[in-house]
T-cell receptor
Framework: GESVGLHLPTLSVQEGDNSIINCAYS??????FIWYKQESGKGPQFIIDIRSNMDKRQGQRVTVLLNKTVKHLSLQIAATQPGDSAVYFC??????????FGAGTTVTVRA | DAGVTQSPTHLIKTRGQHVTLRCSPISGHKSVSWYQQVLGQGPQFIFQYYEKEERGRGNFPDRFSARQFPNYSSELNVNALLLGDSALYLC??????????FGEGSRLTVL
């Protein structure tokens, strides 16, 4: 079964607001997570990753938070734009180029 | 630079037929992984190849097979197609950093 799972299948966000997408994982030994964005008709695109020796990592308009105590991670998107509309996946990197994906959250940005 | 290229982009088969999907990794990448993404779900790991050797296999029946060629391109073969094999088949290319880059996928419809 999946080692990671998303909390909500859909998220509707007003343009300009911040988005938060949540993900839970089951294995306390998991140590490497990646967030992917998948637009309609395209393959998953790397957004940001985080290893278990970090609690927070920031990129351009995105922040990933990792809470190892409750086995939870989140992706925050600042000032959400229409181009952010997509399906977002959290994935656990199991090593040897193998990823375990969650089910995905569909983010819809309202104008 | 060319990204991961997959062919064909779309194809329709009937039950019992055989299909071959092709993937060319990013130049310099020696690892190719295959994932199946059923509509509405996250990608599921099928195979991983590195330097022409199978290094990992997901929970898929023996009808699924793959190989990697000396130029690091890869083929995924599925025999005796079932309706449930209808999905987007994604190829991912991996380099020395361990990061995976996905192609746009091959959408297979089995009638």
């Amino acid at each position: 079964g999946e080692s990671v799972g998303l909390h909500l299948p859909t998220l509707s966000v007003q343009e300009g607001d911040n988005s938060i997408i949540n993900c839970a994982y089951s294995n306390s030994a998991s140590d490497y997570f990646i967030w992917y964005k998948q637009e309609s008709g395209k393959g998953p695109q790397f957004i940001i990753d985080i290893r278990s020796n970090m609690d927070k990592r920031q990129g351009q308009r995105v922040t990933v938070l990792l809470n190892k105590t409750v086995k939870h991670l989140s992706l925050q998107i600042a000032a959400t734009q229409p181009g952010d509309s997509a399906v977002y996946f959290c994935a656990e990197n199991l090593g040897d180029y193998k990823l375990s994906f969650g089910a995905g959250t569909t983010v819809t940005v309202r104008a | 630079d060319a990204g991961v290229t997959q062919s064909p982009t779309h194809l329709i088969k009937t039950r019992g037929q055989h299909v071959t999907l092709r993937c060319s990794p990013i130049s310099g990448h020696k690892s190719v992984s295959w994932y199946q993404q059923v509509l509405g779900q996250g990608p599921q790991f099928i195979f991983q190849y590195y330097e022409k050797e199978e290094r990992g296999r997901g929970n898929f029946p023996d009808r699924f097979s793959a190989r990697q060629f000396p130029n690091y391109s890869s083929e995924l073969n599925v025999n005796a197609l079932l309706l449930g094999d209808s999905a987007l088949y994604l190829c991912a290319s991996g380099g020395n950093t361990g990061e995976l880059f996905f192609g746009e996928g091959s959408r297979l419809t089995v009638l």
